[in-house]
């Protein structure tokens, strides 16, 4: 009994001395066997005497047997600002928390002393980087914590050496200030396995910018990491400047490191609210549709404000549909026009609407993939009245030109309109087509209506045309008559050739103006028949009023011939009429060839008649009873071949069979004689 006693009167002794020896204005509570010391200066009134604290804290570890017993050590809420000399001292620490502090730089070749430290703590300070190294040779660390401070580096090789820090489980740096991220943690979780993961946490850093200086580039076939990597609430905008930045680029690379397959995987939490839900993060969203128990898109959110809650909370990047991961590209986007790349439907789209365009632009923002095609939208712009070629038209799949001023479409555009799958030219000025325009094959889908369409003649063939695309024209009820009047408001599609090419009231005035034509060419037809006829039996009456004859001209000119008339009678009328004829004619210049006076003596009387008449020019024969009786019989059949003849009937009177004869006569030489009387 007086033993125990004894013994714990040497304990208490033993307590009070270490408390006299604590630090001035701390707590210090020391362990059994002087393993343990934690020192609390949470009541210290002044940070001003920090050199004199380091200095007591010095005495206070290297006496009382602490740098050979003490495994444990804990000193917090000091003004220390860097670690005490003293600690670097206590080879046999295990654990060391250095917490609440002011620390703002780590000493070298101090941790690195520390070989069996297992759990070293160094959080709430203002620790502003971490050297290169810094905790080299720390075999048996297990657990590292080194957030809530203000660290803005981390030397490329405190992490990286894969043959240092080989037991470290669990690496924290949260609440730091740190910007960018080397790939250090593959080389401190292939010391994981499936039963003990490496957990390193970044959370609440300002890392945007992930950097490859290590020149990582994992591939299948390398050594499997096993941990869990969180970098929430950091300032990454997109997951592809991680998956670049670390090249990790390739589906098959990425799943091999996660071991996705095996369910033992590699894990990453990048939740936040500060992606920008864009355009370049599409495809892994969309790949990650096919994973839909994946956990990495965990809290990540969109800072966009138009992917806001009902409760103005940013929205989950997996609530939102694919289609409006967008991008707005400015790179030689036209002025006042958005360009925006929508890989959702393969698109880029170029908003142009109602910016008072004159003329199509020049260039567009090149196009992401080769797959991609422009989305054109120049609706409403009245200035535009010519749809020029441009030659981004043979990778766009859909044009907007609607409401606008249009006036044609020449063929060099058409046939590139043709290939679009949309092409709208709705609401504009044009009234007809290129009549080639027949002849171009067309896939795309049309909107034509709301056009001031010229529905004349020449037009027609547009009906059949129109008809013949009826299955890709969108809007047919609104494809409208403009002009002619008669035509207005007709649909085009609905009408015929003839509704385009016959106006009923011309056409109803044109039968009017043809029968009105008809009548007076009738009328006018037989108004000349029946002067004819007047003429015809007046004729004789008309020659000796105008003293006028259709013979009265010479039609045998240039004919080499002895006379103009050939005067060919009877002899018994030569003193009667024959003579005053013969004189008659020679009184007016006529050379005449008369018998008495000029056949050839001794040659054959019909002889001699025969010559005259194919001598002379015309023929006359003053037919009296004398002369038929005698003449008729043969000489007229050659006079027929004269170019004309006159008949004189004598005034004398004639038989019957005589008058008959001459009827007769008459029906014979029709068209080669003219028949006079006496008194003419």
């Known amino acids: 009994m007086l033993a125990l006693i004894l013994l714990t ?4 002794m033993d307590a009070m001395d270490n408390t006299t020896q604590c630090l001035k204005g701390c707590n ?16 210290r009134l002044s940070d001003n005497d920090e050199e004199q604290l380091s200095h007591q804290l010095d005495l206070l570890l290297l006496g009382n047997h602490f740098p050979e017993r003490l495994t444990s050590l804990s000193v917090s809420n000091t003004p220390l600002t860097r670690v005490p000399a003293s600690i670097c001292q206590l080879l046999n620490l295990t654990t060391l928390h250095l917490d609440n502090n002011k620390l703002t730089h780590l000493p070298d070749n101090c941790f690195t002393e520390l070989t069996k430290l297992v759990t070293l703590s160094l959080t709430w300070n203002s620790i502003v980087g971490l050297q290169d190294g810094l905790f080299d040779g720390l075999q048996s660390l297990v657990s590292l914590d080194i957030s809530h401070n203000r660290i803005t580096f981390i030397g490329l090789r405190v992490f990286s050496n894969a043959s240092d820090l080989i037991r470290l489980r669990y690496l924290n740096l949260s609440f730091n200030k740190l910007t960018s991220l080397e790939p250090w943690w593959y080389y401190r979780c292939i010391h994981g396995s499936k039963t003990s993961a490496v957990r390193i946490y970044l959370r609440f850093n300002l890392i945007s910018n992930f950097t490859n200086k290590l020149h990582f580039d994992f591939h299948c076939g390398m050594k499997q990491p096993y941990g869990y990597l969180d970098l929430r609430s950091n300032r990454i905008t997109h997951i592809t400047d991680i998956l670049v930045g670390w090249n990790l680029t390739k589906f098959g690379n990425i799943i091999c490191l996660t071991n996705r397959w095996s369910h033992t995987s590699m894990k990453f939490h990048i939740g936040g609210s500060s992606y920008v839900c864009d355009c370049v993060d599409y495809w892994f969203y969309a790949l990650v549709k096919f994973f839909p128990h994946a956990s990495i898109l965990d809290s990540v959110r969109c800072s966009d404000p138009k992917f806001l809650s009902l409760t103005g909370q940013p929205m989950d990047a997996r609530s939102i549909p694919l289609n409006e991961f967008v991008c707005e590209l400015t790179d030689r986007c036209p002025p006042r026009c958005r360009c925006v790349y929508r890989p959702g439907n393969a698109t880029l789209h170029v908003y142009c609407s109602s910016t008072n365009l004159s003329s199509l632009p020049l260039n567009l923002p090149p196009l992401p993939k080769s797959y991609v095609k422009y989305k054109l939208d120049f609706f409403n712009n009245k200035l535009l009245r ?14 907007d030109v609607s409401n606008c001023s249009l006036t044609e479409i020449t063929m060099a555009v058409w046939k ?6 949309v092409a709208s030219i709705r609401g504009n000025e044009l009234q007809s087509f290129p ?12 909107l034509l209506g709301r056009n001031p369409w010229m529905c004349s003649c020449d037009n027609s063939w547009m009906i ?6 009826s299955y890709q024209i969108s809007d047919p009820g609104d494809i409208i008559c403009s002009s002619p009047a008669r035509m207005y408001g007709r649909n085009v599609l609905k009408s015929t050739v003839n509704d385009f090419c016959v106006d009923p009231v011309q056409r109803v005035q044109h039968s009017l103006t043809v029968a009105v034509s008809t009548a007076s060419a009738i009328a006018a037809t037989l108004i000349l028949v029946i002067i004819g006829l007047v003429i015809y039996k007046l004729r004789v009456k008309f020659y000796r009023r105008w003293k006028f004859h259709p013979f009265d001209r010479d039609e045998c000119v240039g004919e080499d011939m002895d006379y103009d008339v050939f005067l060919c009678c009877s002899s018994e009328d030569h003193n009667s009429d024959g003579l005053r004829i013969l004189e008659l004619l020679e009184s007016n210049g ?13 040659a054959p009387i019909t002889d001699n008649m025969i010559q005259s008449i194919k001598r002379s020019k015309r023929t006359v024969c003053l037919l009296s009873t004398n002369f038929l009786q005698r003449c008729v019989s043969f000489p007229f059949s050659y006079s027929l071949h004269a170019c004309l003849m ?9 038989p019957e069979h005589v008058l008959a004869t001459i009827s007769n006569l008459q029906n014979g030489i029709r068209q080669s004689y003219s028949l006079l009387t006496m008194a003419d």
Request: proline content about 1%; overall charge positive; aromatic content about 12%.
């Open 9 to 12: 009167l040497v304990a208490i």
């Open 28 to 43: 210090c509570k020391i362990a059994s066997h002087d393993t343990g010391l934690t020192v609390d200066c949470r009541q």
């Open 386 to 399: 010519h749809l020029e070629h441009r030659p981004y038209f043979v990778n766009t799949s859909i044009l």
């Open 416 to 421: 590139y309109l043709s290939r679009f799958r």
């Open 435 to 446: 009549r080639q325009a027949s002849t171009v094959n067309i896939s795309a889908s049309l």
């Open 464 to 469: 059949k045309w129109l008809r013949s695309l």
């Open 590 to 602: 006529y050379r005449v060839c008369y018998h008495l006076r000029d056949f050839l003596a001794g």
């Open 646 to 654: 006159y008949l004189i009937l004598s005034r004398s009177a004639m």
